[in-house]
């Protein structure tokens, strides 16, 4: 069994740096960042992935992109922890002598690719991982994509050619938080059944929630015993703007700046552990 | 040796073929879209092809991770569906990364003649060399097709590569690279009137200059092998020794190679008369043929005759007016 305490604490950690970071600017996607915090501090710190800090692009590392790109900077405090750049560049995030911005890009230490515009990274990662299947390494590809961003069609062009050329290697979670810009998905434009669609496109689907690092941990356990050559996809279930509670759940908050009561009520939120597992 | 029973296509995978037989690293994506040259790469080289899928968005972003990789990966469609379908697959993954991925089009101008304005390419000089980063390459012979396939593999960069569908006779010699260092070859020298042109539509330039000469107007014929960037230095020397320059392309005018030149020329201050001559802004849903199709938009020969002429006599007006 994990011990999970350590990162229930990064979890809190990880949104105080990102909440810090866009007060200061009054730039940035608190809620989207948010809802995948806990599936994506999983990866990186629970020895999911082979990465070489002061070598990004060494060959035998795995590889994360997060390809819904408004959520970049939930790596950015993450990557500056684990030595791909300086802790001062976050607070130089958006300054002209910074090399950090809203979407991230290639040129960022960690970052493999642009990311912005939807459905890219989610096909540059289908492409890593068929680079390492004709290379013969056993680097692995993971991507985060959001549920809004299964709308592009592009997204399933991809999910049937990675299911084809067997990439197993490629691990897709798909952050469902179940919130678009303008409304709920299922109100907008409907992706329900959107396991059915993954598993008839080819994949294994592991659900998970995604604010429960046991349930999380779980569902790596499963990916790990699946050996059937089929790539997967592991559907987090999750809330926009988990952890600020005016936020919770809210399309307004997508890019909205709060003001300083909003703030203060924020911060007092994010002293708290909002993790329970 | 006449080398125009090979077709464009078959030209440029023969060279990519025989390149991916020495590197493992190149990797070549067809969104369905064959050439002869193509089966054999397929049948000798399948762990370095890839079928992509009917999908061209796909492919653009497989190629850009396989770049991201460090693979050579080239991007095959008829012309439309790799750069209109997949734009801004191709303007955020290529374009931005600056990745090392040739977009290999077939199909320039009215090449699928018999197919509709859903398989013609007249807008693609306009939306390709909008992109920044990009270089575009437009053989029009089997020689600068074999050229610009190998600039591909011994230059990676990202570059679209316009092809056209049926046989072109020679405008180079086998082994003859005039063309290549600066993408610009004055193919014809002439007098007074230089026609700037790219592609297919160098033979039907040469076939209009051919007309000319016999009713005693010389003009030049300038081959743009390069369409982006364009050495302005040597255009400027070269159209500074004419008295007007008109541009020809199979392209609507919008934006096409046209519009290049004249950017061009207004940039290095060459004060010469432009006329530009391409398609007029309409999509024709009209049966038979190229030449029937270029007879309708009046880029067919004898239109480009009487275009010329009516120039040349614009100009010799235009020199009566400014020597008094």
């Given at each position: 069994m994990r011990d999970i305490h350590p990162f229930l604490s990064k979890s809190q950690w990880l949104r105080k740096e990102i909440f810090d970071m866009v007060i200061r600017t009054q730039k940035g996607h608190i809620p989207s960042c948010y809802s995948c915090s806990e599936i994506v501090l999983a990866l990186c710190y629970g020895g999911m992935i082979r990465f070489d800090a002061k070598n990004p692009r060494s060959k035998?590392?795995?590889?994360?992109?997060?390809?819904?790109?408004?959520?970049a900077m939930v790596l950015y405090p993450i990557l500056a922890d684990l030595g791909f750049y300086p802790k001062e560049e976050l607070l130089k995030f958006t300054n002209p002598n910074g090399i950090l911005r809203m979407y991230a890009d290639h040129t960022i230490p960690g970052i493999e690719a642009i990311c912005g515009s939807l459905g890219h990274g989610f096909t540059i990662a289908a492409g890593y991982a068929l680079a390492a299947k004709r290379d013969g390494r056993d680097s692995k590809s993971y991507v985060i994509v959001s549920d809004g961003e299964c709308y592009e069609g592009s997204v399933w062009e991809t999910a049937?050619?990675?299911?084809?050329?067997e990439l197993d290697n490629l691990i897709t979670v798909v952050d469902?938080?179940?919130?678009?810009?303008?409304?709920?998905?299922?109100?907008?434009?409907?992706?329900?059944?959107?396991?059915?669609?993954?598993?008839?496109?080819?994949?294994?689907?592991?659900?998970?929630?995604?604010?429960?690092?046991?349930?999380?941990?779980?569902?790596?356990?499963?990916l790990v015993k699946n050996k059937n050559k089929k790539p997967t996809v592991i559907i987090s279930k999750s809330v926009k703007g988990k952890g600020i509670s005016f936020m919770e759940n809210k399309v307004e908050w997508h890019n909205k700046m709060p003001n300083a009561e909003q703030v203060g009520k924020a911060r007092e939120n994010l002293e708290k552990n909002c993790i329970i597992n | 040796m006449s080398t125009q029973n090979i077709l464009p296509r078959d030209v440029f995978v023969n060279q990519i073929y025989e390149e991916a037989?020495?590197?493992?690293?190149?990797?070549?994506?067809?969104?369905?879209f064959g050439a002869q040259a193509l089966d054999k790469f397929r049948d000798q080289l399948p762990h370095q092809f890839i079928h992509a899928g009917i999908s061209e968005q796909n492919?653009?972003?497989?190629?850009?991770?396989?770049?991201?990789?460090?693979?050579?990966?080239?991007?095959?469609?008829?012309?439309?569906?790799?750069?209109?379908?997949?734009?801004?697959?191709?303007?955020?993954?290529l374009a931005t990364m600056n990745l090392p991925v040739t977009v290999v089009g077939v199909g320039s101008g009215y090449s699928y003649d018999d197919a509709g304005p859903t398989h013609y390419a007249t807008e693609d000089i306009?939306?390709?060399?909008?992109?920044?980063?990009?270089?575009?390459?437009?053989?029009?012979?089997?020689?600068?097709?074999?050229?610009?396939?190998?600039?591909?593999?011994?230059?990676p960069a990202f570059r679209y590569i316009r092809l056209d569908r049926k046989f072109l006779p020679d405008i180079y010699q086998k082994g003859e690279t005039r063309f290549l260092k600066d993408g610009i070859c004055e193919i014809d020298k002439g007098e007074e009137i230089c026609i700037i042109t790219t592609g297919y539509m160098v033979q039907k330039v040469r076939q209009a200059k051919e007309i000319l000469l016999k009713e005693g107007i010389q003009i030049g014929v300038i081959d743009l092998f390069r369409l982006k960037p364009i050495q302005g230095t040597l255009l400027s020397s070269i159209v500074s020794r004419y008295k007007g320059v008109m541009t020809v392309e199979e392209q609507f005018l919008s934006g096409g190679l046209g519009s290049a030149i004249t950017e061009v020329l207004a940039d290095e201050r060459i004060l010469l008369p432009v006329k530009r001559v391409g398609i007029n802004d309409h999509y024709y849903l009209d049966n038979g043929g190229r030449e029937y199709l270029h007879k309708l938009?009046?880029?067919?020969?004898?239109?480009?005759?009487?275009?010329?002429?009516?120039?040349?006599?614009?100009?010799?007006?235009?020199?009566?007016?400014?020597?008094?």
């Open positions: 035998n590392r795995d590889s994360l992109i997060v390809s819904k790109g408004h959520a049937m050619f990675a299911s084809h050329y469902r938080n179940g919130l678009c810009i303008l409304s709920e998905t299922e109100k907008c434009v409907k992706l329900n059944p959107l396991e059915d669609k993954w598993k008839a496109f080819g994949w294994n689907v592991i659900n998970v929630n995604g604010h429960s690092y046991t349930d999380i941990f779980r569902g790596f356990d499963d | 037989l020495k590197n493992k690293d190149l990797y070549f994506l067809s969104a369905d492919m653009v972003d497989i190629a850009a991770g396989l770049a991201l990789n460090g693979k050579l990966a080239y991007i095959y469609a008829m012309i439309p569906f790799v750069t209109f379908r997949c734009y801004e697959q191709v303007k955020v993954a306009s939306c390709m060399r909008a992109l920044g980063n990009i270089e575009i390459l437009s053989p029009g012979d089997t020689q600068s097709t074999f050229e610009a396939a190998k600039l591909t593999f011994t230059k938009c009046k880029i067919d020969v004898q239109s480009i005759v009487e275009k010329i002429k009516q120039f040349h006599a614009s100009l010799a007006g235009n020199r009566v007016l400014s020597s008094k």
